[in-house]
């Protein structure tokens, strides 16, 4: 996934006009106030990546925070907004893998529809109630983490969960599947036979995902797995 958009050129995009009751929440809310709130609480920004499709219609991003202990995993703030009313606005809290990158993602969300007055505000609150949660939800990602270092799994065990996720689940694409091979076959850091290396080799190859949709099939695969 190429993460390249400027913050430039999504401040520049022009605000929707949709009628009704629609509720206008700004993608300058995830670049200013968000990083604001993190800092604010204490917390070092370390990397920050955007990703945009549909002329940045919909905004698909992260912060990732340093300053933990653990070797393998460093907590992650993920949010997703739209313009064109495909996405709500939303923030998960999740882990970023150290060594590749890879993306790790609660499935707790929280969001707010573009819908009101009050929208803008309301999702501000919800912001604020997800950055409280951070260390909690970031520390059950650890214990998941731990858990899955300890497992092993076979070969066989690997392509019932992969057939079960293409046919039965919805987990994974066709393409994503011929990613998958790839890295099971020949991933540098990732192939032991753990369920913690499934998982990053699953998780590399989620990233081929559109802004649209990543965020959304990170945290349903997390659950998944766990």
């Known amino acids: 996934m190429e993460w390249s958009v400027t913050r430039q050129e999504i401040v520049d995009t022009p605000l929707p006009t949709h009628k009704g009751r629609y509720g206008v929440i700004p993608h300058e809310l995830f670049l200013n106030t968000v990083a604001d709130k993190i800092t604010s609480r204490g917390y070092g920004i370390i990397d920050e990546r955007f990703l945009t499709n549909k002329d940045n219609q919909v905004l698909s991003g992260t912060y990732t925070i340093g300053g933990y202990d653990d070797i393998d995993i460093t907590p992650s703030i993920y949010f997703v907004n739209s313009y064109n009313k495909s996405k709500i606005a939303s923030i998960r809290i999740g882990g970023m893998v150290l060594v590749c990158k890879n ?36 520390n059950n990602l650890i214990i998941n983490k731990n858990e899955m270092k300890s497992l092993t799994i076979n070969k ?54 559109s802004a649209s949709n990543y965020n959304a099939q990170l945290s349903k695969f997390h659950a998944y797995a766990s």
């Open 103 to 138: 993306g790790m993602l609660s499935s707790k969300v929280y969001s707010r529809k573009h819908l009101g007055a009050k929208a803008y505000e309301d999702f501000s609150n919800q912001i604020d109630k997800g950055l409280d949660k951070l260390d909690e939800d970031f």
């Open 156 to 209: 066989d065990t690997i392509h019932k969960l992969v057939s079960d996720m293409f046919l039965e689940e919805d987990l994974i694409t066709s393409t994503q599947i011929s990613i998958l091979k790839r890295e099971l076959k020949y991933s540098k850091n990732f192939k032991d036979d753990t369920v913690w290396s499934f998982y990053n080799n699953v998780t590399e190859s989620l990233k081929s995902n």
